[in-house]
């Protein structure tokens, strides 16, 4: 069974770091793009960044672009995200997501809640 | 960057009937168009891919069709478990796009 468990979340003043994790099982972790989506409190979703399975391609979304880097140890079968000066439209719910083939998101993390304020 | 627009943003419907939901890019995404449901504090859920193959485990009363830039997510017999937000997402062009999402309420 495939799970993905995010972790790190919690609240962080402006222009803060935060590193959130994302431990997965019950599926061979180097082969798949993984992913970060996250949700604004009620709204949409928003990709966020992508990594290929060995982790030497990336992609972000141009919102946290130069402030977020996605990583991945698969030696650990996890997934990270550092996100650096973080601001207040950072707020939302991150999702970790596996891709499978075509950046087709078919497992989700329960997700981890940011909140950026002073 | 491609925009996804979903419309209705909300979708009154009794449960039995066939909802309808629509999806349209700003430009041709082929058929690279998935579909997700997504619950009160629930991660989403995958149902389709490609536009039109159900993933896993979805009953058929889900279904997806569609190319290029006009698509459709129908519900053929709404189920009181069915009544949640749909959204669709291109993943033929980056950065990957999610639409606004669709409600189903009761």
């Known amino acids: 069974e495939v799970q993905l468990l995010e972790s790190g979340g919690g609240l962080v003043q402006p222009g803060g770091s935060l590193r959130l994790s994302c431990a997965a099982s019950g599926f061979t972790f180097s082969t798949y793009a993984m992913n970060w989506v996250r949700q604004a409190p009620g709204k949409g979703l928003e990709w966020v960044s992508s990594?290929?399975?060995?982790?030497?391609?990336?992609y972000y979304a141009d919102s946290v672009k130069g402030r977020f880097t996605i990583s991945r140890d698969n030696s650990k079968n996890t997934l990270y995200v550092q996100m650096n000066s973080l601001r207040a439209e950072d707020t939302a719910v991150y999702y970790c997501?596996?891709?499978?083939?075509?950046?087709?998101?078919?497992?989700w993390g329960q997700g981890t809640l940011v909140t950026v304020s002073s | 960057e491609i925009v996804m627009t979903q419309s209705p943003a909300t979708l009154s419907v009794s449960p039995g009937e066939r909802a309808t939901l629509s999806c349209r890019a700003s430009?041709?995404?082929?058929?690279?168009l998935a579909w997700y449901q997504q619950k009160p504090g629930q991660a989403p859920r995958l149902l389709i891919f490609g536009a039109s193959t159900r993933a896993t485990g979805i009953p058929a009363r889900f279904s997806g069709g569609g190319s290029g830039t006009e698509f459709t997510l129908t519900i053929s017999s709404l189920q009181s478990e069915d009544f949640a937000v749909y959204y669709c997402?291109?993943?033929?062009?980056?950065?990957?796009?999610f639409g606004g999402g669709t409600k189903v309420e009761i």
């Open positions: 430009q041709s995404v082929s058929s690279n």
């Open positions: 997501a596996k891709a499978r083939d075509g950046y087709i998101y078919d497992y």
């Open positions: 990594i290929g399975g060995g982790g030497s391609t990336t």
């Open positions: 997402q291109q993943y033929n062009n980056w950065p990957l796009t």
